[in-house]
């Protein structure tokens, strides 16, 4: 029954990539024949105005810590919490004063195995007064690919992510909430992120 559902949520997955696909691509074309400011439009601009105004910037991992009351202390003990990794990426700071990222990221997951990140981040940054300190808050869509989920084929997901920090140095983090049972979900993923 385990292989039956596995195969069914694989089959589902991989067609829903293809009818999202095919939704962009159509998307796309109309956007050309559309007037400049439509939506397809305005993600290419954003994605554009990152590209050529932001500040690149090297990612650095090196903590994933699971929840200790979502997971078994046998499953804990088969886990890697030491997820170290490294990525590139570009942050602009907005007319808002808020950060925007287009980022590529690879980092050991918790099976030892490579896990590939690639995606956009939105952060509000809050200044704290009198100090060259700032909190951020705000969240990522990324496509992910994983061995132990949908056998490395990308998928979508979203996280919060927070930072404190500088400008050009910061402390961030990431949530995967809690899945349904135990041992899945509920990890903190700690990383630096460095403007360069």
Same mark, same amino acid.
């Given at each position: 029954?385990? %292989?039956?559902?596995?195969?069914? %949520?694989?089959?589902?997955?991989?067609?829903? !990539?293809?009818?999202?696909?095919?939704?962009?691509?159509?998307?796309?074309?109309?956007?050309?024949?559309?007037?400049?400011? +439509? *939506? *397809?439009? +305005?993600?290419?601009?954003?994605?554009?105005? =990152?590209?050529?105004?932001?500040?690149?910037?090297?990612?650095?991992?090196?903590?994933?810590?699971?929840?200790?009351?979502?997971?078994?202390?046998?499953?804990?003990?088969?886990?890697?919490?030491?997820?170290?990794?490294?990525?590139?990426?570009?942050?602009?700071?907005?007319?808002?004063?808020?950060?925007?990222?287009?980022?590529?990221?690879? =980092?050991?997951?918790?099976?030892?195995? &490579?896990?590939?990140?690639?995606?956009?981040?939105?952060? *509000?940054?809050?200044? =704290? &007064?009198?100090?060259?300190?700032? !909190?951020?808050? $705000?969240? %990522?869509?990324?496509?992910?690919?994983?061995?132990?989920?949908?056998?490395?084929?990308?998928?979508?997901?979203?996280? &919060?992510?927070?930072?404190?920090?500088?400008?050009?140095?910061?402390?961030?983090?990431?949530?995967? &909430?809690?899945?349904? $049972?135990?041992?899945?979900?509920?990890?903190?993923?700690?990383?630096?992120?460095?403007?360069?």
């Amino acid at each position: 029954m385990r %292989t039956l559902t596995y195969a069914f %949520t694989r089959r589902l997955l991989l067609g829903s !990539l293809l009818f999202l696909t095919a939704i962009v691509f159509s998307n796309s074309a109309m956007a050309q024949e559309s007037d400049e400011f +439509s *939506w *397809w439009q +305005s993600v290419k601009n954003r994605v554009d105005n =990152i590209v050529d105004n932001g500040e690149g910037a090297l990612y650095v991992s090196g903590l994933a810590h699971h929840g200790r009351h979502t997971y078994t202390a046998e499953k804990l003990a088969q886990l890697n919490e030491h997820a170290w990794g490294l990525g590139y990426g570009k942050t602009l700071r907005n007319d808002s004063g808020n950060d925007e990222s287009l980022y590529a990221f690879v =980092i050991k997951d918790s099976h030892d195995h &490579p896990q590939y990140m690639a995606g956009y981040a939105y952060e *509000w940054v809050y200044q =704290i &007064p009198n100090t060259p300190l700032e !909190l951020g808050g $705000g969240y %990522t869509a990324m496509l992910m690919s994983r061995q132990d989920y949908f056998d490395s084929v990308p998928f979508p997901v979203a996280l &919060p992510v927070a930072s404190i920090g500088t400008k050009r140095v910061k402390l961030m983090f990431s949530y995967v &909430p809690r899945f349904s $049972g135990k041992n899945n979900g509920d990890v903190l993923l700690v990383f630096g992120r460095i403007e360069l």
